[in-house]
Each structure stands twice: as C-alpha cells, then as structure tokens.
Nanobody, 129 residues
Framework: VQLQASGGGLVQAGGSLRLSCATS????????????VGWFRQAPGKEREFVAA????????YYADSVEGRFTISRDSAKNTVYLQMNSLKPEDTAVYYC???????????????????WGQGTLVTVSS
C-alpha cells in the first residue's frame, strides 16, 4: 500500500488549496479496505495533529474544531484519491500535511495518529499573512 500526497504550496491568508492523496495497492474487497482515511498536519516544533478524516465505507466525515467549516475531505473512488479542500486559510494552518489510512480494528480512534498504519510522505502548506 502506498500513499502519495501532493498539492501543497505557498498561499496568502484567506486563500485556498486542494491537497490530494493518491492511494495504490489497496484491495478492492470491503473486508480488506481501510476503516478510515485521515489527514494530519505537523507544524515546526509541534506534535502531529488531526485535521480531518472520512470513513472509507459510508463516507462519514470528521473534522478538528480548528478547521471545521473551512476544510472539506472527500474521496474519488474511481481515481483512488482522497482530497482535502482548504479554504479561508490562516497562517496557523502552515504545516506539513500527511494523509494516512486506519485499518479496520475493534476500536477506531479517528483523531489519534498512532492507529493509522500507512502514511504518505507529506506535503508542505505555507500560509503567509
């Protein structure tokens, strides 16, 4: 399984970016599919934090309070790609953004990074004031 994140860049405050996470190597069997796909971010000197997530089956979404109403996670099954649309960006959104997959387990804590077993390489988002 591989994840390839892209779409980061430099944007002014108030602007928008769309991140993409291309997935490959996943089984098409529902029993073997991930439980959740998530986006996390890590700013310099800070711990990695949860941004958004989506149930692989059913498409229920979850958002951190800090991005609720500004960011939208979505998935294009035909393209095996997950997106994070980021609007009204703020300087505090500056970070390296990672996409990740959480396997189907008895307990799925979507906001906890340690439960995710596959990670993309990260893409840098810089928001200037």
């Amino acid at each position: 399984v591989q994840l390839q994140a892209s779409g980061g860049g430099l944007v002014q405050a108030g602007g928008s970016l769309r991140l993409s996470c291309a997935t490959s190597g996943l089984s098409s069997s529902p029993a073997s599919s991930p439980a959740v796909v998530g986006w996390f971010r890590q700013a310099p000197g800070k711990e990695r934090e949860f941004v958004a997530a989506m149930r692989w089956i059913g498409s229920r979404t979850y958002y951190a309070d800090s991005v609720e109403g500004r960011f939208t996670i979505s998935r294009d099954s035909a393209k095996n790609t997950v997106y994070l649309q980021m609007n009204s960006l703020k300087p505090e959104d500056t970070a390296v953004y990672y996409c990740a997959l959480h396997p189907q387990t008895a307990i799925v804590e979507v906001e906890t990074a340690r439960g995710y077993d596959y990670w993309g390489q990260g893409t840098l988002v810089t928001v200037s004031s």
